[in-house]
Nanobody
């Protein structure tokens, strides 16, 4: 059974940093891409960053490029999202998702950026 557990969110001032974690289980970690999504209140969920674990290739949407860094730890089957220079527009619930089971979602972790 694929499981995803997000953690690391919190309340931070604009310009601050947070590191989110996505602990995974139930599938072969390095066979799939992992994507971070976020959903702000009243908005649709959007994919913001993705990592292909097997080769480390990454992708970012323009609004987070240069501020967020996605990485993976194969030994821990965990994907991280380092978020720097946070802006109020980054306030959202953050989720991770695996290509192994696109319909499986964790509980998410709330990130709130105060201006």
């Amino acid at each position: 059974e694929v499981q995803l557990v997000e953690s690391g969110g919190g309340l931070v001032q604009a310009g601050g940093s947070l590191r989110l974690s996505c602990a995974t289980s139930g599938f072969t970690f390095d066979n799939y891409a992992i994507t971070w999504f976020r959903q702000a209140s009243g908005k649709e969920r959007e994919g913001i960053s993705c990592i292909t674990v097997s080769d480390g290739s990454t992708y970012y949407i323009d609004s987070v490029k240069g501020r967020f860094t996605i990485s993976s730890d194969d030994a821990e089957n965990t994907v991280y999202l380092q978020m720097n220079s946070l802006e109020s527009e980054d306030t959202a619930v953050y989720y991770c998702n695996s290509g192994a089971a696109p319909n499986v979602w964790g509980q998410g972790t709330q990130v709130t950026v105060s201006s």
